[in-house]
């Protein structure tokens, strides 16, 4: 099992701020914490971080040739540092 | 200058080229390569690179391995362990020469790091391989902020810079999993032990704790229980990378 901590560089292509250690309130449970706590799995399409105390999907990233698709629905809000 | 900072971060984030200057077998199971990277700006203590390999049917495998040395221009040291149904660590540890090249992007991650200014105490806990990004921090840990790293290991020749870890004294403390040796300790990193040899919550240590994640989990919750903050303990987990 791996962390948020994984998806520093995937989500480093796509944001310009670091966001593993921003802080995000999970929509399902309420939980909050940083991105990097979430539980990581990479080996599905993309990257996908879900919620370390419901199991929601809080970001998933998908790259293809030529394009990112990302969802976000799973983050109430997100707090990032910069 | 404020705006030079915004800029620098913004560059986007891509693939290069990192060459192999040089190898030090660690271990057995590990062994650490000395990489070039062209334009490489020092990492910050605790982060991590990407490595991707390409098969030629065009096949990509993906991993992350974390930067053991202190930071510094040009270049930067990983030490990676042998997972023997890896898809990328038998290459790195078994097959890759000097003068190899392969892809990495990073240095990345911003949540497991701890640089100097950000003072300690600073508490240190590893699980085998784990010990990687927590020597980069210790490497570069002035001698004013106390530090200790309780690092845990199967047997004693499975210690990762042992030599090195050996001329920081009382700073570093060992432990065995599945070996007896005389005049090293054994056991699993439990409550006990972190009583004995940790800081106390009232002297509220910055804590980093990186290894499998059974022991990355047992180790917080014990030092949660042992009334440490949640927010000041920082975890990094590895293992299989799926399911």
Redesign the interface.
């Given at each position: 099992m791996l962390d948020g901590n994984v998806g520093a560089g995937r989500l480093g292509e796509v944001f310009a701020l670091e966001l593993t250690s921003a802080r995000g309130r999970c929509a399902g449970c309420g939980a909050e914490a940083q991105i990097a706590e979430a539980r990581a799995f990479v080996e599905a399409p993309g990257l996908v971080l879900r919620c370390a105390s419901c199991d929601n999907a809080l970001v998933v990233l998908v790259r293809t040739d030529n394009r990112y698709v990302l969802g976000m629905s799973g983050l109430a809000w997100l707090e990032l540092r910069g | 200058m404020a705006g030079t900072a915004v800029l620098g971060?913004?560059k986007?984030?891509?693939w290069r080229v990192a060459s192999v200057a040089d190898i030090h077998e660690e271990t057995p199971r590990t062994r650490t390569l000395v990489l070039d990277v062209e334009d490489w700006e020092p990492h910050r203590p605790g982060q991590?690179?990407?490595i991707r390999l390409t098969a030629e049917d065009g096949y990509q495998a993906?991993r992350?391995y974390s930067i053991g040395s202190a930071p510094r221009h040009g270049a930067f040291d990983l030490t990676v362990e042998r997972i023997d149904d890896g898809e990328v660590s038998p290459y790195l540890v078994d097959e890759v020469r000097r003068g190899d090249s392969f892809e990495i992007?990073?240095p990345?991650?911003?949540?497991?790091?701890w640089e100097p200014h950000q003072g300690g105490p600073l508490l240190l806990l590893a699980g085998g391989s784990g010990v990687v990004p927590l020597m980069s921090m210790l490497r570069v840990r002035p001698p004013e902020v106390a530090a200790r790293l309780v690092y845990s290991s199967r047997t004693l020749d499975d210690v990762i810079y042992r030599d090195e870890l050996e001329t920081f004294g009382d700073t570093v403390v060992l432990t065995l999993t599945r070996e007896e040796r005389s005049g090293v300790r054994t056991g699993r990193v439990d409550d006990e032990l972190l009583r004995q040899v940790g800081f106390g919550p009232n002297e509220n240590p910055r804590i980093y704790i990186c290894g499998p994640?059974g022991f990355v989990e047992a180790v917080a919750s014990t030092l949660v229980k042992l009334g440490h903050a949640p927010e000041r303990v920082?975890?990094?987990?590895?293992?299989?990378?799926?399911?």
């Amino acid at each position: 099992m791996l962390d948020g901590n994984v998806g520093a560089g995937r989500l480093g292509e796509v944001f310009a701020l670091e966001l593993t250690s921003a802080r995000g309130r999970c929509a399902g449970c309420g939980a909050e914490a940083q991105i990097a706590e979430a539980r990581a799995f990479v080996e599905a399409p993309g990257l996908v971080l879900r919620c370390a105390s419901c199991d929601n999907a809080l970001v998933v990233l998908v790259r293809t040739d030529n394009r990112y698709v990302l969802g976000m629905s799973g983050l109430a809000w997100l707090e990032l540092r910069g | 200058m404020a705006g030079t900072a915004v800029l620098g971060r913004l560059k986007p984030l891509t693939w290069r080229v990192a060459s192999v200057a040089d190898i030090h077998e660690e271990t057995p199971r590990t062994r650490t390569l000395v990489l070039d990277v062209e334009d490489w700006e020092p990492h910050r203590p605790g982060q991590h690179v990407d490595i991707r390999l390409t098969a030629e049917d065009g096949y990509q495998a993906e991993r992350s391995y974390s930067i053991g040395s202190a930071p510094r221009h040009g270049a930067f040291d990983l030490t990676v362990e042998r997972i023997d149904d890896g898809e990328v660590s038998p290459y790195l540890v078994d097959e890759v020469r000097r003068g190899d090249s392969f892809e990495i992007r990073g240095p990345v991650g911003g949540y497991f790091v701890w640089e100097p200014h950000q003072g300690g105490p600073l508490l240190l806990l590893a699980g085998g391989s784990g010990v990687v990004p927590l020597m980069s921090m210790l490497r570069v840990r002035p001698p004013e902020v106390a530090a200790r790293l309780v690092y845990s290991s199967r047997t004693l020749d499975d210690v990762i810079y042992r030599d090195e870890l050996e001329t920081f004294g009382d700073t570093v403390v060992l432990t065995l999993t599945r070996e007896e040796r005389s005049g090293v300790r054994t056991g699993r990193v439990d409550d006990e032990l972190l009583r004995q040899v940790g800081f106390g919550p009232n002297e509220n240590p910055r804590i980093y704790i990186c290894g499998p994640t059974g022991f990355v989990e047992a180790v917080a919750s014990t030092l949660v229980k042992l009334g440490h903050a949640p927010e000041r303990v920082h975890t990094e987990r590895f293992g299989p990378t799926g399911r």
